[in-house]
């Protein structure tokens, strides 16, 4: 089997696996945007082979072959940044979140809790017969 093949085979059989689990609601579209962007560069990259050499030389580098590995580890490291981004942000969200519900917890304790609006419980039924 020659390199070209092998990384086409792995290139289909990622993107396979990725569309089965977005299917399956295991991973979701924003994520797998990002897989299949993977997988088109890997089948790029294997169908043209010249195409290593070429952006080599393009970049200066002497050695070629260590192109993609340079490549791969940089987008590792942008998508571990990623990652730490959202997770960063769900945690600011989460702690938000709790404090909120403790003010309300306290306020509920102390009876102080704001009383609903006889407006605001109105079902949508009477709203509209209202506006009619």
């Known amino acids: 089997m020659t390199a070209a093949i092998t990384a086409a085979v792995i290139a289909v059989l990622l993107a396979g696996s990725i569309l089965y689990l977005v299917r399956r609601d ?15 560069a890997i089948l790029a990259l294997g169908v043209f082979p010249g195409a290593i050499d070429w952006l080599g030389r393009l970049t ?9 590995i340079i490549l791969g580890i940089g987008m590792i490291l942008l998508r571990l940044l990623k990652l730490d981004i959202d997770r960063s942000r769900a945690e600011r969200q989460m702690r938000r979140l709790t404090q909120k519900i403790a003010i309300l917890e306290q306020e509920l304790r102390e009876g102080r809790a704001t009383p609903v609006q006889p407006e605001a419980t109105a079902s949508a039924g009477d709203r509209a017969a209202e506006d009619a």
């Open 26 to 40: 295991h991973l979701h579209g924003n994520h797998a945007l990002w897989w299949l962007v993977v997988a088109a």
């Open 60 to 68: 200066g580098i002497s050695y070629p072959p260590v192109l993609p």
